[in-house]
T-cell receptor
Framework: GEDVEQSLFLSVREGDSSVINCTYT??????LYWYKQEPGAGLQLLTY?????DMKQDQRLTVLLNKKDKHLSLRIADTQTGDSAIYFC??????????????FGKGTKLSVKP | DVKVTQSSRYLVKRTGEKVFLECVQD?????MFWYRQDPGLGLRLIYF???????EKGDIPEGYSVSREKKERFSLILESASTNQTSMYLC?????????????????FGPGTRLLVL
C-alpha cells in the first residue's frame, strides 16, 4: 500500500537550519504537502509542491523534491523557537476514485533549543 | 479564509456512552474527513465523505460511524465509547479536485477535539 515515512524527532539550535526529510511511495502523486501542527492545535498547511517541480522557496522555507528517489525535504532557514512543532509530510492519492485523499507521514517533532 | 470548526476542544465521556463530534466548514467544500491522531501513529483516516449523504470508510472505521446530512457539516459518532478511543480527533475539508492536473486538494483542518474516555 501507499506509505509516507519520516523520522519522528529532530532537535536543532536556534539560528541553525532544520532539514526534515520524507519518503513516499506513490509516484503518481500530483502534489506533496508539508503541514505544521503547533501544540494543542490542528494542522496548518505550510507549503506544497507540484510534482513536476524540483524546488520551491517561500521566505525561510525551501522544499526539495527528488522524484526519482521519491524523496521530499523541508528546509527551515534561521530556525526560531516558534518553529517548534510537529511537521507532517503528505502525498495526494490519485487512484481508485480517492482523489482528494492525502496520506500523511507520522510527523517529525522539531525541537528548537535557545 | 477557510474556516473549519469543531464543536468541542475537550471532551470527557464514560465507557459505553454515545458520543457525537461535530465539524462545520464554511467554504462549500465537497470533501470532508475525520482523522484520529495518536502519539507515534500519526494521522489515521477514519471516514471521509465526498458529497452530502455519501460516506466512505477510511483505514480504521471500526467503532465509528458518520453522518453528512448537509454539505457544511460532518459528524463523527462513537456508538459506544471505549477507552481505546481516547484520542485527538481532527476534522478536515477540501475541494473536490476533479479530473486532470493543476487542481489542488489542500485539506484544511479544524483545531481538533481531545476526547478522553474513562
Amino acid at each position: 500500500g501507499e506509505d509516507v515515512e519520516q523520522s519522528l524527532f529532530l532537535s536543532v539550535r536556534e539560528g541553525d537550519s532544520s532539514v526534515i526529510n520524507c519518503t513516499y511511495t506513490d509516484s503518481s502523486s500530483t502534489y506533496l504537502y508539508w503541514y505544521k501542527q503547533e501544540p494543542g492545535a490542528g494542522l496548518q498547511l505550510l507549503t506544497y509542491i507540484f510534482s513536476n517541480m524540483d524546488m520551491k522557496q517561500d521566505q525561510r522555507l525551501t522544499v526539495l523534491l527528488n522524484k526519482k528517489d521519491k524523496h521530499l525535504s523541508l528546509r527551515i532557514a534561521d530556525t526560531q523557537t516558534g518553529d517548534s512543532a510537529i511537521y507532517f509530510c503528505a502525498e495526494s492519492m490519485n487512484y481508485g476514485g480517492s482523489q482528494g485523499n492525502l496520506i500523511f507521514g507520522k510527523g517529525t517533532k522539531l525541537s528548537v533549543k535557545p | 479564509d477557510v474556516k473549519v470548526t469543531q464543536s468541542s476542544r475537550y471532551l470527557v465521556k464514560r465507557t459505553g456512552e454515545k458520543v457525537f463530534l461535530e465539524c462545520v466548514q464554511d467554504m462549500d467544500h465537497e470533501n470532508m474527513f475525520w482523522y484520529r491522531q495518536d502519539p507515534g501513529l500519526g494521522l489515521r483516516l477514519i471516514y471521509f465523505s465526498y458529497d452530502v449523504k455519501m460516506k466512505e470508510k477510511g483505514d480504521i472505521p471500526e467503532g465509528y460511524s458518520v453522518s453528512r446530512e448537509k454539505k457544511e457539516r460532518f459528524s463523527l459518532i462513537l456508538e459506544s465509547a471505549s477507552t481505546n478511543q481516547t484520542s485527538m480527533y481532527l476534522c478536515a475539508s477540501s475541494r473536490n479536485p476533479g479530473p486532470g492536473l493543476g487542481y489542488q486538494e489542500t485539506q484544511y483542518f479544524g483545531p481538533g477535539t481531545r476526547l478522553l474516555v474513562l
